[in-house]
């Protein structure tokens, strides 16, 4: 029989784990029964998301797969509300750390765009929903992304229809470090936003809301190469819907926010291993 290579998920598995040993701690508490580790527990929840699975799918799937299995360590299969168990105990802080390593698994110039999207909280169809008349309230999901290689570096989640001049510089702040020049559309239009990144030291590409002919002809002189960048956050929140599912699972707020931090680092993960 031909030996057969490193398959795609297998090269995920290993990279998550990885990860997950520098990021996640080895266990809950002293009181642990050590059967299983966090760290793998991270892995096989990062595995589920990307294969857009649930808790009992994932589980028969590591059922049929010794390598996977091999690979993460993992002597038992844990059962599927062990699984959940864990994502309870897996906090928000940790996942936004593992966010943090990925998005250094690829190359980063410092040209970030920032754009939002929904993220659909039901798996009904728009046509029931609509016939029954049922409102269903998406989360709205604001990305950072690197347009080198399309690496996801920070996500802002929110519940309510906060605007995006309000959740623009909390991002700023939070990864300033890693921003060059900031490109955004014109909901991004507010002046706080550029004196901030300016007192920052980034260079804004925003387009102005044209009230004005100053601020058309403001957008006449943009860098039109460098701003078209801008679709790229489009592309990525495009690939993610695709890849990963366009519908969040969890049923409560604070895992449906953790869920969108797993799946950008689960992007970044795979972009990874495709270069």
Known sequence: MEKIGKTSILKFVQTAYKLAQRTVPEYSSKFSKKTFTLQQHAVIICLKIREDKNYR????????????????????????TTLCKAFDRLQTKLWRSLLEDTSQLLELNGIVTIDSSGEERSRASRHYTKRINLHIQELKVTLLVDTAENAIIDAHITTTRKHDTQIAPKLIKRCFELICTLLGDKGYDDQKIRELARN????????????????????ARMDSDLYNQRNQSESVNSSIGRNYGSHIRSRVWYRQFREVIIKCSVHNIDRSIKN
């Open 200 to 219: 920052l030291g980034i260079r804004t590409l925003i387009k102005h809301r044209e009230f004005t002919n100053l601020h058309k002809a403001w957008n």
């Open 57 to 80: 799918e994932i589980v028969e799937m590591l059922v049929e797969m010794p390598r996977i299995r091999r690979a993460i360590d993992l002597d038992e299969i844990p059962h599927f």
